[in-house]
């Protein structure tokens, strides 16, 4: 196996970057293709996420292959590769199942523990299957990635460390007050009607908002949000996206998240609406927002439980007809998806741990106690790549790891939001990329404003849990059961190849005999024919069998080589079996995403 990833994450690159190097579906496919079309890569699979964007190859050359893999990245990404390069971080065999496996688990993640990210690992994938590029590694080690994420949620309370980002950001925006306290009885604005922001409004609707008011480009889309989410019971209507702007002056609460290229709601905007809420009568803007702005209607009958629907309302029905949109971690629409992450103002990082996987020259160096030196970390293209020794790699890999946990015991700053006890008369959650909604609303008296950005911090800053330290002895245990089956299948061709030598040998021994003894009859001559395999099969499985554990172990990699030696196996054999191995059709079945 010589497993290569290059990517970028929000551990590694500001938000300003992640957002000019995201991928379209189209671009994954051409970034796949292309990968396949480069010499040092056999297969490869894109994983493309609201916060991260990975290419996974399987390489026979580690410098050329890092090489090309982040030169195909700046390519199809738009960003100049002597400007990626410092972003970048590369992970190689072993250390790199170790990290797509605690991807998988939500290790990884700006929330700990979310689980959206299996969906989109299915989905990476699927694709791959799709296209073709994806090939026996690349199947086993996404498939098994899939089942390690699967039984980390189900053996552990990893679930418990982190929540989606629509939760998440609705507790940052509660701050101290539970969410549900919080919530109760506001109106609160969602704009746009995709994946994300259903399930944002399912999830106010859950907490308790009074009313939901749904804005998207394409009006039927709103509308068919509005019917499911007033089928469950909450209260619910549509507003015209020319009539954002306005609907300001009556909401206390905005979740955004459209696929604008622009902003939706600029700085002015929202102060106009703040302005206008003071000039008018009874609207309730004062204070700490205690009830809904304006005169609402009366709320929902409150559940039992405080969900904001009445009792026997068809809250099930609301899950169901959302689907997976209406649920933490199955956010379907990867485009949507893509877009969660928001610009950082003049290309300033993020305050979160993943800074010190930064490999700038100006800020790594070999004293800084990094074993890559700063020149060999230089933005200048794929010279600084190439000049790097694995082994280096893997021991920056090392260094930055013990940098971000320094980094995450350092206080964090609070990012946007207001200073405790300070009055919030509008409060925004924007999990669009690029952003919707102008980076200048935090400044304006009254708004607090959680966006991607701040969601990083805030995460960073979050305890870790016991059940985080018992996903990642998961991950060790699953990561060297991975190693060893792969170094055990690399020696299977071998093991065929000489099976198939020995069934040669015993045929050519029987015919010799047939010329010798023609008088045997056929009773006879099968008995004598299975008695010479019983003593070949018995000679050959001990050595077979010993040999496969021995290649399973680290420093395996020799047995097979020996193999071939000492029986003189012919090295075309051996490839025919390989190739045949690699193309069994069972590689190209999308079932197996499952």
């Known amino acids: 196996m010589s497993l290569l990833v290059v990517g970028l994450s929000h551990r590694s690159a500001p938000v300003s970057v992640l957002e000019r190097a995201s991928l379209t579906t189209d671009a994954k496919a051409k970034l796949l293709h292309d990968t396949l079309a480069a010499e040092p890569a056999t297969e490869a699979a894109v994983l493309a996420t609201c916060n991260r964007i ?36 590369v992970h190689y065999e072993d250390r790199a199942v170790h990290h797509l496996f605690s991807v998988a688990c939500g290790l990884d993640s700006m929330v700990v523990g979310e689980g959206q990210i299996l969906g989109q690992i299915k989905d990476a994938l699927a694709l791959g299957q799709e296209l073709h590029t994806a090939g026996r590694l690349i199947n086993d080690l996404f498939q098994q990635a899939l089942r390690v994420g699967k039984r980390a949620h189900s053996e552990t309370g990893i679930d418990r460390a982190g929540q989606s980002l629509v939760t998440f950001g609705l507790e940052q925006l509660a701050g101290r007050v539970p969410v549900a306290d919080w919530a109760g009885g506001k109106r609160a604005l969602v704009i746009g009607a995709g994946s994300m922001s259903s399930l944002a409004a399912a999830t106010l609707a859950r907490v308790g908002v009074a009313e939901i008011a749904v804005a998207n480009r394409t009006a039927a889309r709103a509308e068919r949000l509005v019917e499911i989410l007033s089928a469950g019971g909450a209260a619910a209507r549509v507003v015209p996206m020319g009539d954002v702007a306005c609907e300001l002056t009556r909401v206390d609460v905005v979740v955004s998240c459209t696929g604008a290229t622009g902003l939706v709601l600029t700085g002015d905007d929202v102060a106009g609406a703040l302005a206008k809420g003071d000039a008018a009568p009874g609207t309730g803007t004062g204070g700490a927002l205690p009830g809904p702005r304006g005169s609402a209607p009366d709320p929902a009958p409150q559940s039992p439980a405080g969900l904001g629907f009445a009792p026997g309302s068809g809250q099930a029905g609301l899950d169901r007809a959302l689907g997976a949109e209406a649920r933490v971690g199955s956010v379907r629409d990867a485009e949507v998806v893509a877009r969660l992450v928001a610009a950082a103002e003049g290309g300033r990082r993020l305050a979160d741990a993943g800074a010190a996987r930064t490999l700038s020259a100006a800020a790594v160096t070999e ?54 006890g300070a009055e919030v008369r509008l409060a925004f959650l924007d999990l669009a990329m690029p952003r919707d909604i102008d980076a200048a609303v935090h400044r304006v008296p009254g708004v607090r404003l959680v966006d991607i950005e701040s969601l990083a911090e805030a995460s960073a800053d979050a305890p870790m849990a016991a059940d985080v330290d018992a996903v990642r002895t998961i991950v060790a245990d699953e990561v060297a059961a991975f190693g060893a089956a792969q170094r055990a299948a690399r020696i299977t061709p071998t ?40 003593v070949v099969d018995k000679l050959l499985h001990a050595p077979t069998v010993r040999v496969k554990q021995l290649a399973s172990e680290p420093g395996g990699a020799g047995y097979a080589e020996a193999l071939r030696e000492l029986f003189d196996l012919d090295p075309q054999t051996v490839a025919s079996v390989s190739r045949a191995d690699a193309a069994d059709p069972k590689n190209d079945d999308p079932g197996r995403a499952s």
């Open 54 to 89: 990975e290419l996974y190859a399987d390489v026979d050359k580690f410098h050329a292959g890092v090489a090309e893999l982040s030169t195909l990245l700046a390519q199809h990404s738009g960003v100049a590769l002597e400007e990626l390069t410092p972003y970048l971080y």
């Open 495 to 534: 093991v065929v190849a000489l099976r198939a030598m020995a069934a040669e040998v015993v045929a050519m021994e029987v015919a010799r005999l047939d010329g010798r003894v023609p008088d045997l009859d056929e009773r006879q001559r099968a008995e004598v024919t299975q008695t010479v395999r019983r």
């Open 367 to 420: 004293a800084d106690g990094c074993p890559v030196g700063a020149d060999a970390l230089a933005a200048d293209g794929r010279s600084a790549l190439t000049g790097v020794d694995a082994n280096a790699l893997e021991l920056h890999g090392t260094w930055a790891d013990q940098g971000e946990a320094a980094a995450q015991r350092q206080p964090r700053r609070t990012g946007r939001a207001l200073d405790a």
